[in-house]
């Protein structure tokens, strides 16, 4: 076994027996814990902003409420998003295992994917920081409406497809749709953030998992629970900001030490 491999084993018994002492486990989790879903992530070596820096326009809200190309664009690239041929990897799996046992407290993710509650998590203890994009919000009436349907209109043709909800008149409202995420200079939703923030003060133990801790206000959650006394263990390919003040920080693909760590919390 080489130098590497048998320290990454010591961080991950250490991280193991501090979830094995946890009874209120808070997990935060970013794009690192999907990419072995195949779902790339934005801002890593062969993220999508990384490789093209011009798909982030796509997310920043003003420039899609204004330019009906960047709409089309945008409408495109869901519809070929590699996230409908993803599966909940063994990662995800982990998580509900830790659920089923009786420890895990909350889901903070910053993922759009889903997969959270495709691997079998309660819906109800999964906070989406970043909105979802297994659905469509109308920009005008805010009525919701599942991806699927609408992206068979962007199938038959619909380049920019409006939204057919009923108006106050019963015509259709004509507003413009967007995938029910939160894009650049679009407000978080605040309950959403309340009670990720609860959750972050209640927890006895913080688990950050496949995020570089760079995004705010999902990354303060770390330091919350941090001056409230929690442990926090850190499980990511790479550095992160606050590998300093984690208790332990396991570095490895994810779907490989997730399910090794998680497994103190089912003894």
Known sequence: MTPGATAQRREVERARR????????????GAGISTDSGIPDFRG????????????????????MSDPEVRRRAWR???????????PNAG???????????VLDTIVTQNIDGLHQAAGSDPGR?????????EVACMACGNRTPMPAILERVADGEEDPPCTAPGPSGAPCGGILKSATISFGQALVAED???AHEA???????????????VYPAAGLVPTAFQAGAPVV?????????????????RGEISGVLPAIVAGGLE
């Open 18 to 29: 501090r979830v094995a002492g946890a009874r209120r486990v808070v997990v935060l989790t």
């Open 45 to 64: 070596p062969n993220g999508v902003w990384t490789k093209n820096p011009e798909a982030e326009k796509l997310a920043t809200l003003q420039v899609y």
């Open 77 to 87: 690239q869901r519809l070929e998003s590699p996230t409908w041929q993803a599966r």
């Open 92 to 102: 995800h799996l982990a998580l509900v295992d830790l659920e089923r046992a009786g």
């Open 126 to 134: 999964i906070v989406e920081i970043h909105g979802t994009m297994r």
């Open 193 to 195: 953030l309340e009670r």
């Open 200 to 214: 972050a003060l209640r927890c006895d133990l913080l688990l950050a998992v496949g995020s570089t801790l760079s």
């Open 234 to 250: 850190i499980v990511n390919g790479g550095p992160t900001e606050f590998d300093e003040i984690a208790d332990v920080v396991v």
